[in-house]
């Protein structure tokens, strides 16, 4: 392998671990064994399986959803909601999410990460669809941001991730893009 | 110890456990050790780590939180995330169900127990909370009970357990329930 499939696989490898046995009882053997390569390809690039995950985790955080623009505060949200609703479907998201945020609460490194990659990633989006709510006078210029992205962010996380249902009904998006469009203009 | 006290001592040690060192990495000796007890009185009692977590958790469903009942929907939402985000902020609860979040992805068994919880805990609450706003005629009787769950409780979860902020800021909570009542009346 070249160098870079090699990083590439180890990375590939790192998703699957963390779906399958969770943070705590991966080890850097499992990863290598999984990715095809010795321990020491690991250790080479990685100190250890904490730095491995904070690498990456914010490799995502860069990856960069789409920013809607529909021309009204519903129609970004639903747009929104539809990409966010896909990503958590995906099974290794299922799985990976809860399982960071169980030990960001133990791991303040792990911590920042997630939170840099939820900032630069889902709350980036969003916060992106509020100033465009904001500069059409849809939304209240001076509204709490932190409040409206709890808005955004909490009803399908709970959803997705906390109640765990494994197919949404017809139409729950656009209910719930109608109703969070209503709180948000009660801010 | 009485035979009580011991069961007690052990349901208390699985807690601060499961909050120190998490699931996964949890012993029975380790909860043995905390409770100042011998193994044996763990394995008499339960059959192993996940029966025991699964009786704990369990037993906070039937805890029962109460009801609110100001009179009008804005009221009894403000009262609930007052009573829950006091809960969340306890540092147990803040590490503990992250953590048996992430295990109920990979074990059906956690997942149920966890779901009979917040069923029978915060949903069974903001499910009688919109009951009555219905037969006030504040909301319309015919509204996707789920998606309204997902509006209630979700935010909340999402600022206190995901993003993680140590206080909210003041006028938070009555700001939360105001854009909630919208959302909820929207549908």
Same mark, same amino acid.
């Given at each position: 392998?070249?160098? $870079? ?5 180890? *990375? =590939?490898?790192?998703? $699957?671990?963390? =779906? =399958?046995?969770?943070?705590? *009882?991966? %080890?850097?053997?499992?990863i290598a ?21 904070l ?16 021309? %009204?505060? $519903? ?10 609703? *896909? ?11 809860p399982?960071?945020?169980? $030990? ?14 939820? *900032?630069e ?5 969003? %916060? ?20 409206a992205?709890?808005?955004? %962010? ?8 906390v ?11 656009? =209910? @719930? ?6 709180? @948000?203009?009660?801010?």
């Open positions: 392998m070249l160098r $870079e499939d090699v990083t590439e696989a180890i *990375r =590939a490898a790192v998703f $699957e671990e963390l =779906a =399958a046995v969770g943070y705590a *009882r991966m %080890s850097i053997e499992g064994r999984r990715a095809g390569v010795g321990k020491t390809a690991v250790y080479r690039r990685w100190r250890s399986k904490l730095h491995l995950v690498d990456v985790v914010s490799a995502l955080a860069v990856l960069g959803l789409p920013v809607p623009d529909t021309g %009204s505060l $519903e129609g970004d949200l639903r747009l929104l909601y539809e990409v966010t609703s *896909r990503a958590l479907r995906h099974p290794v998201a299922s799985q990976i999410i399982d960071l945020q169980a $030990e960001a609460a133990r791991n303040p490194d792990i911590a920042e990460a997630m939170q840099k990659t939820l *900032r990633g889902q709350e980036g989006v969003a %916060s992106k669809i509020i100033e465009a709510a904001q500069r059409r006078g849809e939304l209240a210029g001076n509204l709490d941001d932190d409040l992205m709890d808005l955004i %962010s909490g009803p399908l996380y709970w959803r997705s991730v109640i765990r249902t494994p197919k949404l009904p017809k139409g729950y998006l656009a =209910a @719930l893009a109608r109703g969070t469009t209503e709180a @948000l203009k009660a801010l």
